[in-house]
């Protein structure tokens, strides 16, 4: 059974930074691409980043420039390192692999963890 679990989120004040990881199990399949994603209070899920199996990576135009995702030191792990926090970047943030499998497309989302950016 695949699983992602988020980790890393908390109380930060305005400037801020967090670090948030992700930690897939039970993985079964080339994984194409991990993703991050957010979900404020009373808003749509949004995309947040992404990096490829080949290291390429992708931001959403609000979070470029502070967020950085990177592949953790760990097999199936990925980070995202969240810089200059806004009140705006208050959400949960879910982690996301997406691969093939006896070309069936797989995602998988996580539980999510909660960031909250306040003074």
């Known amino acids: 059974q695949v699983q992602l679990v988020e980790s890393g989120g908390g109380l930060v004040q305005p400037g801020g930074s967090l670090r948030l990881s992700c930690a897939a199990s039970g993985i079964f399949f080339n994984i194409n691409a991990w993703n991050w994603y957010r979900q404020a209070p009373g808003k749509e899920r949004e995309y947040v980043a992404a990096i490829t199996s080949g290291g390429s990576t992708n931001y959403s135009d609000s979070v470029k420039g502070r967020f950085t995702i990177s592949r953790g030191n760990a097999k199936n792990t990925v980070d995202l390192q969240m810089n200059s926090l806004k009140p705006e970047d208050t959400a949960v943030y879910y982690c996301?692999?997406?691969?093939?499998?006896?070309?069936?497309?797989?995602?998988?989302w996580g539980k999510g963890t909660l960031v909250t950016v306040s003074s």
């Open positions: 996301n692999t997406r691969g093939v499998y006896n070309y069936v497309n797989l995602n998988y």
